[in-house]
């Protein structure tokens, strides 16, 4: 199997664009998807694929991907975007997945 | 509307077994992928199994393997998680999710549906 890499935690001024990064070599193969998770709540898919965004998630939630690297940028962050955000991806092997461990975004 | 209701989780002595529940309505059960997740108290997100749309792949995560079983009831929009011989660790939050895509080789993924969660907790 293979691991994600995420930042413990990232900050963000109220409206200002924040980028939330994952690192693994599966990366390198595999999209990344993202999820929000609010406390005491289920997570919540923000992005999948290339860059798709479910129905219902604000536009102001992207991804990207570059090498190893997946990102999940807000721009605009607002106070409902404070949660914990977790990437996650299949393995180098195909056939399993695993989550980043996760990172506390928190808005200021 | 899409719902994912899990159900099975309690309190459990080490070394037992136990069987989760996800039964499924609101789409088409047969046409996807489906997860589960963990999350033990205060931790992260932890994958622990898939299986696809048919049941003719499955996998456990590295964690659990050889103590999990993934299966999947299509005539009963029902998804099944049996855990065997349980450890203090496997204690969690367990989900159910439904995939976007048909795993196998369907590289589409993205876990779009959740259900609420059931909690199994490990202990004498």
């Known amino acids: 199997s293979s691991e994600l890499t995420q930042d413990p935690a990232v900050s963000v001024a109220l409206g200002q664009t924040v980028r939330i990064t994952c690192q693994g070599d599966s990366l390198r193969v595999y999209y990344a998807s993202w999820y929000q998770q609010k406390p005491g709540q289920a997570p919540v898919l923000v992005i999948y694929?290339?860059?798709n965004r479910p129905s219902g998630i604000p536009d102001r939630f992207s991804g990207s991907s570059s090498g190893s690297t997946a990102s999940l940028t807000i721009t605009g962050a607002q106070a409902e975007d404070e949660a914990d955000y977790y990437c996650n991806s299949r393995d180098s092997s195909g056939n399993l997945w695993v989550f980043g461990g996760g990172t506390k975004l928190t808005v200021l | 509307q899409v719902q994912l209701v899990e159900s099975g989780g309690g309190v459990v002595q080490p070394g037992t077994s136990l069987r989760l529940s996800c039964a499924a309505s609101g789409f088409t059960f047969s046409s996807y992928a489906f997860h589960w997740v963990r999350q033990a108290p205060g931790k992260g997100l932890e994958w622990v199994a898939v299986i696809s749309f048919d049941g003719s792949n499955r996998y456990c995560a590295d964690s659990v393997k050889g103590r999990c079983t993934i299966s999947r009831d299509n005539s009963k929009d029902t998804l099944y998680l049996q855990m065997s011989s349980l450890r203090p660790d496997d204690t969690a939050v367990y989900y159910c999710a439904r995939d976007v895509g048909r795993g196998g080789g369907d590289v589409l993924t993205g876990f779009i549906y959740w259900g609420q969660g059931t909690l199994v907790t490990v202990s004498t």
């Open positions: 694929d290339k860059n």
